[in-house]
């Protein structure tokens, strides 16, 4: 079992509409979760962090975070051609300070139809 | 936002020949920094993890004479690629941890060719 799993994609959503992206993780140990966009050639870029159970949201993108179910999901509202991306997961082990391992899931790709 | 920077953006050598990529963190300093590499299409793999003032320790099937990692200064990790071969052309991707939640922030990324 892969340490965090996401569906490779393509994930084709209408302009205008929700995109869901979601990453499951094995190690309950988990601490922090991260949501990085990558455009094509580029490097990855931070969008969003969560650290607590719940959601979180910042403009039109939310971060969904459930410990239990060891499951982290990135809702995208609005949708934009230019949000075509792949999208990477990112789950930190251990506690916070210090060297922590970062573990990345292969990534969303994500197509936004005009 | 804290910025992790990456020099050369873009690198052609000739095979046989070593090329070094700098990582510098512009506004903080990063006692560990990641080396990823990424072929096209495919996911980021983490080569090696850049501690200062120590060896680096490498990811399994990672040839740390080829790959070689310096991380002289609080600021500074350098990934020397020696004797290239043209299958070593990627993008390398540098990246460190910053702040009390330790969140990965990623340099521009280095295109390598080898010709």
């Known amino acids: 079992q892969k340490e965090v799993e996401q569906n490779s994609g393509p994930l084709s959503v209408p302009e205008g509409a929700i995109a869901s992206l979601n990453c499951t993780y094995s190690d309950r140990g988990s601490q922090s979760f991260f949501w990085y966009r990558q455009y094509s050639g580029k490097s990855p870029e931070l969008i969003m962090f969560?650290?607590?159970?719940g959601d979180k949201e910042d403009g039109r993108f939310t971060a969904q975070l459930n410990k239990a179910s060891q499951y982290v999901s990135l809702l995208i509202r609005d949708s934009q051609p230019s949000d075509s991306a792949t999208y990477l997961c990112a789950v930190t082990v251990g506690g916070f300070g210090g060297y922590q391992k970062v573990t990345f899931g292969i990534g969303t790709k994500l197509q936004v139809i005009p | 936002g804290a910025v992790v920077s990456q020099h050369p953006s873009w690198v052609i050598c000739k095979s046989g020949t070593s090329v070094k990529i700098e990582c510098r963190s512009l506004d903080f300093q990063a006692t560990t920094m990641f080396w990823y590499r990424q072929f096209p299409k495919q996911s980021l793999m983490l080569m090696a993890t850049s501690n200062e003032g120590s060896k680096a320790t490498y990811e399994q099937g990672v040839e740390k004479d080829k790959f070689l990692i310096n991380h002289a200064s609080l600021t500074l990790s350098t990934l020397t690629v020696t004797s290239a071969h043209p299958e070593d052309s990627s993008f390398y991707i540098c990246?460190?941890?910053?702040?009390?939640?330790?969140?990965?922030?990623f340099g521009e990324g280095s295109w390598l060719t080898v010709v």
């Open positions: 990246s460190a941890p910053q702040g009390s939640g330790n969140t990965i922030y």
């Open positions: 969560i650290y607590s159970n």
